[in-house]
């Protein structure tokens, strides 16, 4: 039986899914942002660049707390629990190898049929 991924009873938790895993990004890469801004910080001479690093700084720790604060709300992330954590990620491993597997697109991939005239009649400006 071939399965409709586009039909929205196939797609069950997928918007929570995507949210959390957006949400773990934004995290990641907000706290790369603190380790190169410190770095930057501790390699700046100039006054006014080291104040506006330590600006920089303290508002990117900010928002890693925010976003921090709204996983776990969510219960997208469990930093006090290693085994509620292990299983979140486990899943998320086992969901992202099934996506992995889907055929997502056809194998004609000719996009001849899909428009309402052939490529040769746009040639000569004839785009009516």
């Known amino acids: 039986m071939k399965m409709d ?15 959390m895993t957006f949400a773990m990004d934004f995290l990641i890469r907000v706290k790369e942002g603190v380790r190169n801004t410190a770095t930057a910080l501790t390699e700046t001479v100039s006054p006014d660049a ?17 976003i921090t604060d709204l996983m776990v709300r ?3 992330f469990h930093p006090y629990d290693l085994r509620e954590q ?3 990620d486990q899943l998320s491993a086992e969901n ?11 194998d004609d991939t000719r ?7 052939t490529p040769d009649e746009h040639i000569g400006g004839n785009m009516a």
């Open 111 to 117: 996009r001849k049929s899909m428009f309402d005239r």
């Open 86 to 88: 292990y299983q979140l």
């Open 74 to 76: 969510k219960k997208w």
């Open 50 to 66: 080291r104040a506006l690093l330590r600006t920089q700084l303290h508002q990117s720790i900010a928002l890693h707390q925010e």
């Open 5 to 19: 991924y586009v039909d929205p009873a196939n797609s069950l938790n997928m918007p929570e899914m995507a949210d």
């Open 96 to 106: 992202t190898v099934e996506i992995g597997k889907l055929k997502l697109f056809p």
